[in-house]
């Protein structure tokens, strides 16, 4: 594929992601990020501002998590990897919507 495709590709994944997000249909944000390659859903992360990326990080399949933690910048791995180590009540990711009334 063409660069110039390949951008245009991942703009229009994009777009249909945040339309997804504003409707609130967080099953067809899942199904769109299975559909993308790693490197994909870690640009679109690394794209994203932070509560947009707290959203989408959490939809990522578990098992794809490993893949996309290599492809994202420093920074971001740093975070997410952070938030996983952390205890399962304790996450503290800003924006997120795990957190519960205790």
């Known amino acids: 594929m063409s660069q110039a495709k390949e951008s245009q590709s991942q703009e229009t994944v994009a777009l249909e992601l945040n339309q997804a997000l504003d409707s609130g ?3 067809e944000v899942r199904q769109l990020l299975k559909s ?3 490197a994909g859903i870690a640009h ?3 794209s994203s501002p932070p509560k947009t990326r707290n959203v989408l990080w959490q939809l990522i399949d578990k098992a794809a ?3 996309v933690l290599q492809d994202l910048n420093e920074d971001l791995q740093s975070e997410f990897l952070s938030e996983l180590d952390a205890p399962a009540g304790r996450r503290t990711h800003r924006g997120s919507r795990d957190r519960r009334p205790g």
Do not use: D, F, H, M
């Open 25 to 27: 249909s967080l099953y």
């Open 44 to 46: 679109l992360l690394e």
């Open 36 to 38: 993308l390659p790693s």
């Open 65 to 67: 998590e490993g893949e």
